[in-house]
């Protein structure tokens, strides 16, 4: 239970909570990308699927993707944000890449 104070005094202290308390964390889990149908020589088509589990996503909705990548020798740069979406899968394609090079 709970109350307020002020120099006026206090007020009357709150209901009583029985329904718990749900403490929020960062996502515990991610689903594996994969690669898409789409996916050409010079395009990488990345495919997964939205978490939804409570206990996957902290207990709080997933607001957003951020895809990284490795440009060699693990430096790894940010490509892109993507709105969450509640449909499954997720996906984007990756353009601009040059066959035989790390990316």
Do not use: C
């Amino acid at each position: 239970m709970v109350k307020a104070r002020n120099i006026r005094g206090s007020n009357e202290y709150s209901s009583v909570n029985i329904e718990g308390a749900i403490a929020l964390t960062r996502p515990a889990f991610m689903y594996p990308v994969t690669e898409g149908p789409l996916t050409v020589k010079e395009s990488i088509h990345l495919l997964w699927e939205t978490i939804t589990l409570p206990h996957h996503i902290g207990g709080a909705p997933i607001l957003k993707y951020v895809i990284d990548w490795d440009q060699g020798g693990y430096t790894w740069v940010e490509l892109i944000t993507l709105p969450a979406s509640p449909i499954s899968p997720n996906e984007h394609i990756v353009t601009g890449l040059v066959n035989n090079k790390t990316h």
